[in-house]
């Protein structure tokens, strides 16, 4: 079983390319994926230059939960930014802010990223079926930074929003 590291961070606005999709929905020719072949491709989102936090880090954010329809939400890949105007007027891009929240981070293993990160998600499934923590659904990320450069040896960082109130 995958020990996560227990943090906290501040507010956040991660904006960019977006889809509303199946939380579960990962894997080969599902709608995340299809979304990361539009962020691969030219008609990625990108943030003004005074509004990119840090733009050598990418984000999948998964967000706006639906519980009642089997876990609907808005999945943005992009970056984080400092404000709600991050992009050019009329660029199909959306900008959600996170609430300050603690965060259970889980750590893939060394891989192809499509292979470890749904490998990941699914030991995270079955890390709350037994955990202390609760997930709060307000808002959960996958962080790509220097650790996924290398496509056959991507280290990503998971972070699930928790809480530990029943």
Excluded at 82 to 110: M, Q, W
Excluded at 112 to 129: C, Q
Excluded at 130 to 146: K, M, N, Q, T, V
Aim: aromatic share 10%; net charge negative.
């Amino acid at each position: 079983m995958i020990e996560p590291t227990i943090i906290e961070l501040g507010e956040m606005k991660i904006g960019g390319l977006h889809v509303r999709a199946m939380e579960t929905e990962r894997g080969k020719d599902s709608a995340v994926e299809r979304l990361w072949e539009q962020f691969r491709s030219s008609d990625r989102c990108i943030a003004k230059e005074a509004e990119a936090r840090n733009p050598s880090v990418t984000y999948a954010l998964y967000a706006e939960y639906n519980r009642s329809d089997n876990g609907a939400c808005t999945i943005v890949i992009g970056q984080e930014v400092s404000g709600d105007d991050a992009f050019e007027e009329g660029a199909d891009c959306k900008i959600v802010t996170l609430p300050a929240s603690r965060y259970a981070v889980f750590t893939t293993r060394p891989g192809p990223a499509l292979e470890v990160t749904a490998e990941t998600w699914s030991a995270i499934d079955r890390y709350f079926e037994s955990s202390a923590y609760r997930r709060r659904y307000s808002g959960d990320f996958e962080l790509y930074d220097a650790k996924s450069s290398n496509p056959g040896e991507t280290i990503v960082d998971i972070y699930i929003s928790v809480t530990d109130e029943p």
